[in-house]
């Protein structure tokens, strides 16, 4: 089962659970009770909060991304063009700083059952898409990616925002240096299982440090990796 859990920045008592096998529930209480949000009977996938607007949640689907605008309570339909070639938005990440940038990541094909981390795991493809409406609209970003690095996570750069950090679970860490135009190995100083190698090193957690200033990284059995960013791009 993948799950994800959001809670309410203005009322932590209302928590929200996401679940690719059963869908999306809501709890009022703290945690203590669940009780279930629409008809998700094909399941969810990331959710997240607006970094602007208070009250407003995207929630990925199997049939693209859903909006609410009334703290959760309901959601509608955010994109109206989202393609069946890019089959199911599985996580969605948004530029805290310029909120109308967002990332997703898709899944053609979704691969149920095998746990994360395990010998089983396979890296299906998965696709990296970019909108600079919000949601609305969205278009690939797959200059220099195959679709098979096991893409993870985006961290956006607070300093220059051209700047966009991937995390993968084959690739290490990829770099954009133009909006997600275009991606390149980021690995110095990084090393995988073979010595001086990334191969295979799964590149996650990836977070910032609360005072911008440094990336953080963590790795599979690899230790934990930090990089100061240049705070003068802007």
Avoid at 1 to 25: C, E, K, V
Avoid at 103 to 124: D, T
Wanted: proline share 6%; aromatic share 10%; glycine share 10%.
């Amino acid at each position: 089962i993948w799950s994800w859990l959001y809670s309410d920045q203005d009322n932590p008592s209302r928590m929200w659970i996401s679940t690719d096998t059963s869908g999306l529930w809501l709890s009022s209480d703290g945690a203590n009770t669940y009780e279930p949000v629409g008809d998700f009977k094909d399941g969810t996938y990331g959710l997240i909060g607006d970094a602007e607007i208070s009250g407003t949640m995207y929630l990925c689907t199997p049939g693209g991304i859903m909006i609410s605008e009334n703290s959760g309570d309901s959601f509608a339909p955010l994109t109206e063009m989202w393609s069946d070639q890019w089959g199911t938005p599985v996580e969605l990440f948004q530029n805290p700083d310029k909120p109308d940038v967002m990332m997703a990541i898709a899944e053609p094909v979704i691969v149920h059952g095998v746990p994360l981390g395990s010998e089983e795991e396979i890296h299906p493809e998965r696709i990296l898409l970019v909108s600079t409406n919000r949601g609305t609209s969205w278009q690939e970003s797959m200059a220099g990616l195959s679709g098979f690095e096991g893409i993870l996570q985006i961290v956006f750069d607070p300093h220059d925002d051209q700047t966009i950090y991937l995390a993968t679970a084959e690739a290490g860490v990829l770099r954009s240096s133009d909006a997600g135009s275009s991606w390149e190995p980021w690995n110095i100083g990084l090393f995988g299982p073979n010595t001086g190698a990334i191969n295979s090193l799964r590149a996650r957690p990836m977070a910032m440090s609360n005072d911008k200033t440094k990336l953080f990284l963590g790795t599979s059995g690899f230790g934990i990796y930090s990089h100061m960013l240049d705070t003068l791009c802007k």
